[in-house]
């Protein structure tokens, strides 16, 4: 009798487990068949991986990723019976682009001294969705107060809100009355920036306390900037110490740091303590580019900007330091930089956009070619580059398994650069974000904006 009950139970139990593993597949089959399928029929796809143009491709999506890129009769025996169709066979189809410098929560000519937390991540939604439209499917923001980044990034992710695939540092680090230190009022306000702190220990627990409320990386200055009060662009602000011991503990937790630098002494000490990008470094001299290349970091220039800053100051009532640092930065940055592209130096698309105005953030390519960079160069700088200063492989390129991060341009941007600046198709994760250039029975269809259908 005790055998018989054994039995019965372990042949319920096998029965049981068998059942719920036939549910679970039968489920999982389930949800895959049920992924929405897009082909994407291409004039010209461009490769960025291996810098050449594409002729009549089409593009397999189902779900939010890239299952296949082939001829158009191979992908339509690969695809289900109806799927999608969006025609883009008269354009020139690009990656979606990659901003490796923006401020999401500010705006130009204004330091929002005055704005709280939650306006400050509200404007960022704002900036956030006109960044995407412009065709610039993922961030990195570095340096926003109140880790209204953070909350931003988070509320994209779990599709709350429309914007960008973001990476994000929170406060920047920096030492008192530094670049990244809220200085501009009198002595009797005792402000300061969050991100401010002296000292070894002081920096270590900031760091910490910083990657504590979620950031991606860890921001510093390790120079003076343009926009602050008081501090001059050849300044040095954090100690080789200091900068070691913000470094070690990043990197000690899995995080990488970006180091804002324009004087040329700034840019070596980062690079010397680990620093794994350089943002800006106008004066970068041959020392600080062998540097860059032994050590295999990244340079983020951010040369549009500061032209921009000079050009609008009376529109945007900048103060006369700000513009002449911005004049001595836009007379500087492009023969320092354009020797660190000739010497080799690995460099990623960055705006600053934030201190100049979002969406215009395709402006910075016609800087690129000023420093040498091919146009096809100057977009790896925005695709494959930039995925690879971010460590995502699921970004950067038009290939089976990343992303359906898809844009189109009406124009060849081999020929004229500028035509980035007018992106008319956006397509993140699969799903069309923007579309002034499908044909009308294809947007007839579904094929029209999500966020619109938000409204």
């Not at 913000?246 to 804002?260: E, N, R, T, Y």
């Amino acid at each position: 009798m005790i055998d018989d009950i054994a039995f019965r139970n372990w042949f319920f139990g096998v029965l049981l487990t068998l059942l719920l593993i036939v549910a679970s597949v039968a489920q999982i089959t389930a949800a895959h068949a049920q992924q929405p399928v897009t082909l994407i029929e291409v004039g010209r796809l461009f490769d960025v991986r291996n810098g050449r143009v594409l002729e009549n491709q089409t593009i397999l999506v189902e779900g939010e990723r890239i299952v296949a890129i082939g001829s158009e009769v191979a992908m339509r025996a690969r695809a289900s019976a109806s799927p999608k169709v969006i025609d883009l066979s008269r354009f020139a189809v690009l990656p979606g682009l990659i901003d490796a410098h923006t401020h999401i929560t500010a705006d130009a000519g204004s330091a929002h001294l005055n704005y709280s937390g939650p306006r400050q991540a509200l404007n960022g939604l704002k900036n956030a969705l006109t960044t995407l439209l412009a065709g610039f499917t993922t961030i990195r923001d570095l340096g926003a107060n109140n880790y209204a980044d953070v909350a931003l990034r988070d509320a994209i992710t779990a599709r709350d809100v429309i914007g960008p695939r973001m990476f994000v540092s929170g406060p920047i680090l920096s030492p008192t009355g530094g670049h990244a230190d809220l200085n501009t009022m009198g002595p009797q306000f005792h402000l300061s920036g969050e991100g401010v702190a002296d000292g070894v220990p002081a920096v270590t627990q900031k760091t910490r306390e910083i990657l504590k409320y979620g950031v991606d990386w860890i921001k510093l200055v390790a120079s003076g900037g343009t926009t602050s009060k008081g501090t001059s662009l050849t300044d040095i602000e954090y100690s080789d110490e200091e900068l070691r011991a913000i470094v070690g503990v990043a990197h000690g937790l899995g995080h990488k740091v970006a180091a804002h630098a324009h004087s040329a002494e700034g840019i070596k000490r980062a690079v010397l303590a680990g620093a794994d990008t350089i943002e800006h470094a106008s004066f970068i001299d041959e020392d600080g580019i062998a540097l860059l290349k032994a050590r295999n970091a990244w340079l983020v220039p951010t040369l549009y900007v500061h032209g921009w800053l000079a050009e609008n100051a009376a529109a945007t009532h900048q103060p006369d330091y700000i513009v002449e640092k911005a004049r001595q930065v836009a007379s500087a940055a492009v023969p320092n930089l354009a020797r660190a592209f000739r010497a080799g130096v690995r460099m990623a698309f960055g705006t600053d956009a934030g201190a100049y105005p979002h969406g215009a953030n395709a402006r910075e390519f016609a800087m690129l070619l000023k420093i040498g960079m091919m146009p096809m160069q100057a977009i790896q700088a925005a695709t494959v580059n930039a995925a690879m200063l971010l460590s995502d492989r699921d970004i950067g390129a038009l290939e089976p398994g990343r992303y359906a991060d898809v844009i189109a341009v009406d124009g060849d941007p081999l020929k004229d650069i500028s035509v980035l600046e007018h992106v008319g198709f956006v397509m993140m994760g699969g799903t069309v974000m923007k579309d002034e250039l499908s044909t009308a029975d294809d947007r007839a269809r579904g094929s029209y904006p999500y966020w619109q259908r938000l409204r």
